[in-house]
């Protein structure tokens, strides 16, 4: 969609503490006419990484899409 700021942030590889950090960060810097954050976190080495950021509660977040792609997930995020 034309003039809708989208970030990424790729959590491979660190802890579910570690990257629930990261991703807190990430969320809480982001300008406030970023309306979508694309979280990638693997499924291939286990789903702790995915049920964390599924569960994952933050004000801005005000919705979590499970894309057809099992290791991301798409938060729309609140101005």
Do not use: F, W
């Amino acid at each position: 969609m034309a003039g809708r700021n989208i970030a990424q942030i790729d959590l491979h590889g660190l802890t579910c503490s570690e990257a629930k950090k990261r991703l807190e960060q990430k969320i809480k810097s982001l300008p406030s006419d970023t309306k979508e954050l694309t979280v990638i976190h693997g499924y291939h080495g286990g789903k702790q990484l995915a049920e964390m950021v599924h569960r994952l509660k933050c004000g801005r977040v005000k919705r979590k899409i499970l894309t057809g792609n099992p290791g991301e997930t798409v938060y729309l995020l609140e101005d």
